[in-house]
Nanobody
Framework: QAQLVESGGGLVQPGGSLRLSCAASGSIFSINGMGWYRQAPGKQRELVARITIRGSTNDAASVKGRFTISRDNAKNTVYLQMNSLKPKDTAVYSC???????????????WGQGTLVTVSS
């Protein structure tokens, strides 16, 4: 069935940049939106940014102006450009996709495996 393949995580110094990628494959539904969530150690998972198939975006206040989400609908891929990274951005970043099964209109959502972003000097 559908799966999300993430890449781009790693270690970066404060003020540095990373770009995360998330590609959907084996899709069994029409994607409505894709987004990024993150979970820092000892904290709850939170929304970072989301983008709909039409291009509307929603960013968390904590990353606004620093992170930019974008997508390539033809490739079912979403990106997260992360600039001016701070130590507090350290977390496991997980890709998320939601949509509906074409035949039944049943709502489905899929999570990626997560990629670790570590911001440290």
């Amino acid at each position: 069935q559908a799966q999300l393949v993430e890449s781009g995580g790693g270690l970066v110094q404060p003020g540095g940049s990373l770009r995360l990628s998330c590609a959907a494959s084996g899709s069994i539904f029409s994607i409505n939106g894709m987004g990024w969530y993150r979970q820092a150690p000892g904290k709850q998972r939170e929304l970072v940014a989301r983008i709909t198939i039409r291009g509307s975006t929603n960013d968390a206040a904590s990353v606004k102006g620093r992170f930019t989400i974008s997508r390539d609908n033809a490739k079912n891929t979403v990106y997260l450009q992360m600039n001016s990274l701070k130590p507090k951005d350290t977390a496991v970043y997980s890709c998320h996709s939601d949509g509906r099964v074409t035949a039944t209109m049943r709502y489905l959502e899929v999570w990626g495996q997560g990629t670790l972003v570590t911001v440290s000097s």
